[in-house]
């Protein structure tokens, strides 16, 4: 029988990476299986993405659903330990930085099935993220390492990662962005919330923005601030709805919240805004190709190439409204550059690298 590969995937930020992929080994006639671990499990945060992006649906769906990082880890383990003994597959393919992720590395390693990571690398140095252990241990176990830029590459030899195991192969997540960019369509928002031509998108999730009270009411005045000068459209994440709907963000007649969006609508909200204000990764990097304005409400990034090749800024509560101003004053970026490999072609790359590991 030929080799199988096994895609794990869990969370809304790993699916327009993996499409790509999946894509690029089924014309490659590639055996390959697709796990679900359900970590995101409402329809708007998974279901609506296996449609938008036109992925297979998942051969398994382990259905994990939420839990503390302990308990959530332990469930995926354990259900992918037996996925694994079931259909020994022949290299375990894990995206991101997600707790899924983690899981099916350490599950495969001690199982001595090889593990390929995409978006190998990056690095915040921040260990009160939850997502930089995830993503240093699965590094670590990882036999295959694709990295997304050039500075992750740096990061992973500083590491000891053998030079053969890293291969730079650009970005998948804009290979899905570039294939699907002219299905973007976000005005069923602009028009039931009636926005102006001019607005602003937000998210924001991330333990270290939306768990601390009083970190949440900076975070709260700041989002405000930027009201008064902009409409602003908030898609709320499940992780911190509660939160932002009890601090008062949404009692400003110029904040909007909304649902969580499919991949198409939200990223056809963002291309149509004025600017993004953000703690996501993802997008981070989808507004560098876009080539809109963002403001990421954070400390430090894993991606600084969309810092330096990119449309992105990093920006306290104190400073956030200013940097708005300066942007809707014709201060937004002007260098207009894309990082390397960053062409819509990186699944094919990363296919072909599997096809030679399979051999």
Known sequence: MSALVLHVTGARPNFP???PVIAALEKRSVRQL????GQHYDANMSEVFFRDLGLP??????GIGSGSHAVQTAAMMTALETVFLDERPDLVVVYGDVNSTLAAALVASKLGIRTAHVEAGLRSFDWTMPEEINRVVTDRLSDVLFATSADALVHLAREGVAPDRM??????????LVRLRDRFDGSRVVSELTLPTAYAVATMHRPGNVDDP??????VTALREVGDR??????????????LEASGLFDHPRVHATEPLGYLEFLGLVEGSALVVTDSGGIQEETTVLGVPCLTLRPNTERPVTITHGTNRLVTTDDLAGNVDAILGGGGPTHGLVPPLWDGAAGERIADIVVDVLA
């Not at 649906?57 to 382990?62: C, I, Q, W």
């Not at 009083?214 to 975070?219: E, I, S, V």
Request: charged content about 20%; glycine content about 6%; aromatic content about 2%.
């Open 167 to 176: 291969h730079f192969t650009g970005n998948p997540m804009i290979d899905t």
């Open 57 to 62: 649906e998942p051969d398994l769906n382990l």
């Open 34 to 37: 697709l796990v679900h671990t």
């Open 17 to 19: 990476k993996a499409a």
């Open 214 to 219: 009083a970190t949440l009411g900076r975070m």
């Open 230 to 243: 902009i409409d602003l459209v908030l898609p709320v994440h499940p992780r911190g709805r509660a939160q």
